[in-house]
Structure formats: structure tokens, C-alpha cells
């Protein structure tokens, strides 16, 4: 997906006021040279909007079990990590069985903060096309909108 310079500056403008921009806009905002403007407005509301951005890509705050805690150690971490992937990877394979689908937020939290999760979310979206989302250069888009 991709936005014209109204559309470019109305999101801009919009997310200055707080109002939060759908995941893809910020990341494409992060991608674009409207970066420093969309970090500095992330930077003033990333508590409200429950999002944060790591390596450069946007995600929301997942519930605590996907949040490191602060001053957690290491193995702490790690052991959170891993149970909140077995929790991810049941939802996915669910997912698979029946066809529904799990929601493009879930999905794209799965993509952006799980790469090993990345390879079954495009075996999924392979095996049900009808849920009207795909991967753009590495990015997971809702193709429908």
C-alpha cells in the first residue's frame, strides 16, 4: 500500500492531534523521509496508542506475557519469548484447521516480533488467500482495503 502526499500530511497531521494511525501508516511513515516526524510524534504518544518501535518497525504492545518486563533478566526474557510463541504458534496452527482467521493485528504483532513466526503466517495466508492479506516487501498488508 502506499499514500499520496495529501494523505501523507492528513496522517501527519491527524496523529499530532493523538489520533492513532493504522500500523501499516506509521510503518510507512518510518519508511519514508517523513521518518524523524512520525518518530517524534510515537515518541510523544506511544503510551497512548500502546505501540512502540523497535529496529525500525512499529509494533503494538502485546499483553504482558509478550512484553519484557523491566529489569527481567536475560533467561526471564527468553523463557517469556518462548512461552508466548507456543501460545502464538497454537493460535496459528487453529487458525490453519479451521480457516478462520485470527485477525490481521495478531498477525502482524506475530510478524513484527517473531520472525520464525513469519514462515507460517505466509504458509497461512498461502493456504487462505480469501482472508484478503499478503506480503509486500516483507511487510503483511490488508490487500482488500
Do not use: H
Not at 501527519?12 to 512520525?38: F, H, T
Not at 497512548?48 to 525500525?56: A, C, E, G, M, P
Not at 508466548?84 to 493485528?105: H, Q, T
Amino acid at each position: 500500500m502506499s499514500l499520496n502526499q495529501s494523505e501523507i500530511f492528513e496522517w501527519l497531521d491527524r496523529a499530532n492531534l493523538g489520533e492513532c494511525p493504522p500500523l501499516w501508516v506509521i510503518q510507512y511513515l518510518l519508511d519514508s523521509k517523513y521518518y524523524a516526524s512520525m518518530r517524534a510524534t510515537i515518541s510523544k504518544f506511544e503510551k497512548q496508542w500502546n505501540i512502540s518501535v523497535v529496529n525500525y518497525q512499529v509494533q503494538k504492545f502485546s499483553e504482558a506475557l509478550f512484553t519484557a518486563v523491566r529489569g527481567a533478566s536475560r533467561r526471564e526474557d527468553i523463557a517469556m519469548r518462548s512461552k508466548a510463541r507456543l501460545l502464538r504458534m497454537e493460535k496459528l496452527k487453529m487458525a490453519s484447521l479451521v480457516g478462520e482467521n485470527p485477525g490481521f493485528d495478531f498477525l502482524l504483532s506475530c510478524w513484527n516480533d517473531d520472525p520464525a513466526l513469519q514462515i507460517v503466517i505466509n504458509k497461512l495466508l498461502a493456504k487462505f488467500p480469501q482472508w484478503g492479506i499478503a506480503i509486500v516487501d516483507g511487510v503483511l498488508v490488508k490487500w482488500n482495503e
